[in-house]
């Protein structure tokens, strides 16, 4: 199984950019996909973008299309999340996971490796 480290997170103003990395190691990134979850306080996990084992797919959750942006460097086993014009609702810890598939899905059950997570928090 992979393992998976996050890094990049942080305390913000709202409208500054971050982004987030996921350092792959324990086997070969490009055959699955992957994507960033999060999870703000006192709310359940959700999904937030996804890319195929490719990188030539992306998708994203509706709330954040235009500010969000998943990209994939294989030559490095990393893919990155970049968070554009950070608000307070982005606040939350945001996981990346590989998915057992190579296509994208937006369903957890599908994920079998996660990392730590990393902390965003956005201050207004």
């Known amino acids: 199984q992979v393992q998976l480290v996050e890094s990049g997170g942080g305390l913000v103003q709202a409208g500054d950019s971050l982004k987030l990395s996921c350092a792959a190691s324990?086997?070969?990134?490009?055959?699955?996909?992957r994507a960033w979850f999060r999870q703000a306080p006192g709310k359940e996990r959700e999904w937030i973008a996804g890319?195929?084992?490719?990188?030539?797919?992306?998708y994203y959750r509706d709330s954040v299309k235009g500010r969000f942006t998943i990209s994939r460097d294989d030559a490095k086993n990393t893919v990155y999340l970049q968070i554009d014009n950070l608000k307070p609702e982005d606040t939350a810890v945001y996981y990346c996971?590989?998915?057992?598939?190579?296509?994208?899905?937006?369903?957890?059950?599908?994920?079998?490796?996660w990392g730590q997570g990393t902390q965003v928090t956005v201050s207004s």
């Open positions: 996971a590989e998915s057992r598939w190579s296509l994208i899905s937006t369903i957890e059950a599908d994920f079998d490796s």
């Open positions: 324990g086997r070969a990134l490009s055959r699955y996909a």
């Open positions: 890319i195929d084992w490719s990188g030539g797919s992306t």
